[in-house]
């Protein structure tokens, strides 16, 4: 059973460009998380999503950021015109359906994004 | 909202020296508490966790008790090695009995150097 997959591991974008991060979770889990983790600071929750539903957006920058979690395929994080403040850590983690505290939300190895 | 405070870093040690990575939080209700590890270039990985007060998460020789009293949650190993090394992340997960289980809150993170 694969873990989480994330690509690129390492992507560069020039200001202004589109920067597009993809996360497949695990096999079986059909909740996706996306964290930012800023150099030297902890993640940051930025959304939650399931297939085709965005369930809490709370940490998401209201302009340029965009999220989706298909029917079919990976989930994407997409920002436009990104600046050099974009430049972080993504980290995408997966849980499975169901209730109760028991369960675990396992993390991918991120994608490195620097704008230049 | 939710909170977590970890001590500040990064800590220094010897191999086989003992460690102790404070942690305390703010929370309302029943959070769940985490200790996630990063590894140079990776993401993260669940240590250990606590679900209720006083329960005792361990794993790999680390051990953290859930302290409702204190709201701390501090990690703790007897003998450090230097494959230790990384980075260590107390975290909760506020919405205990709900479905978000990998909606959580970080602390900024501990960097621990452990030399031979």
């Known amino acids: 059973n694969a873990g989480v997959m994330q690509n690129p591991r390492h992507l560069v974008r020039r200001r202004g460009q589109e920067a597009r991060l993809r996360c497949s979770p695990m096999k079986g889990h059909s909740h996706v998380y996306w964290y930012r983790q800023l150099p030297e600071e902890g993640l940051k929750f930025m959304v939650y999503l399931q297939k085709e539903n965005i369930i809490d957006e709370s940490g998401m920058p209201k302009e340029r950021f965009s999220a989706e979690f298909p029917k079919e395929g990976p989930s994407i994080l997409r920002i436009q015109q990104v600046v050099r403040g974009d430049s972080a850590a993504y980290f995408c983690?997966?849980?499975?359906?169901?209730?109760?505290?028991?369960?675990?939300?396992?993390f991918g190895q991120g994608t490195r994004l620097t704008v230049v | 909202g939710n909170s977590v405070t970890q001590m500040e870093g990064p800590v220094t040690l010897s191999e086989e020296a003992f460690l102790t990575i404070n942690c305390t939080y703010t929370?309302?209700?029943?959070?769940?508490l985490f200790w996630y590890v990063q590894y140079p270039g990776e993401g993260l990985q669940l240590l250990l966790k606590?679900?209720?007060?006083?329960d005792k998460g361990s794993n790999k020789g680390f051990e953290a008790t859930y302290r409702k009293e204190t709201t701390s949650f501090h990690l703790e190993k007897g003998s450090v090695q230097v494959s230790d090394s990384a980075v260590y992340f107390c975290?909760?997960?506020?919405?205990?009995?709900?479905?978000?289980?990998?909606?959580?809150?970080f602390g900024q993170g501990t960097i621990l150097t452990v030399h031979p």
């Open positions: 929370a309302t209700g029943y959070p769940s």
């Open positions: 606590a679900t209720k007060a006083d």
């Open positions: 983690a997966s849980s499975p359906l169901g209730f109760g505290v028991l369960a675990e939300a396992f």
């Open positions: 975290a909760l997960n506020g919405n205990a009995g709900g479905t978000s289980y990998g909606k959580l809150t």
